[in-house]
């Protein structure tokens, strides 16, 4: 098990940016990906991102290719999410998820442990 903590979340305008950040403590040596999720008011959590820790393989969910990066400092057990030319609809609470076995997913149900979240707000 992993503990992990969100943080950079705030307020910001439309085509601004922020870039959130995921410490990981624990069992960080037996985690193979980790997730970037979120939830809009209202709605379900969905997928966002997310990064293999050993390849650094990346996946994203369509509206945010191009726009949003995922990365990681391993020596940090820290992964990023680099957020640019954001939108209103990107507003949400943004969790951070592990994930213990080989394969991508992006259903949530697949992640481990999960961090508390943080709120990103876009104003228009």
């Known amino acids: 098990q992993v503990q992990l903590v969100e943080s950079g979340g705030g307020l910001v305008q439309a085509g601004g940016s922020l870039r959130l950040s995921c410490a990981a403590a624990g069992r960080t040596f037996s985690v193979y990906t980790m997730g970037w999720f979120r939830q809009p008011p209202g709605k379900e959590r969905e997928f966002v991102a997310a990064?293999?820790?050993?390849?650094?393989?990346?996946y994203y969910e369509g509206s945010v290719k191009g726009r949003f990066t995922i990365s990681r400092d391993n020596s940090k057990n820290t992964v990023y999410l680099q957020m640019n030319s954001l939108k209103p609809e990107d507003t949400a609470i943004y969790y951070c998820?592990?994930?213990?076995?080989?394969?991508?997913?992006?259903?949530?149900?697949?992640?481990?442990?999960w961090g508390q979240g943080t709120q990103v707000t876009v104003s228009s």
């Open positions: 998820a592990a994930d213990y076995t080989s394969v991508i997913h992006t259903a949530p149900t697949q992640y481990s442990d």
């Open positions: 990064i293999t820790l050993s390849s650094g393989l990346t």
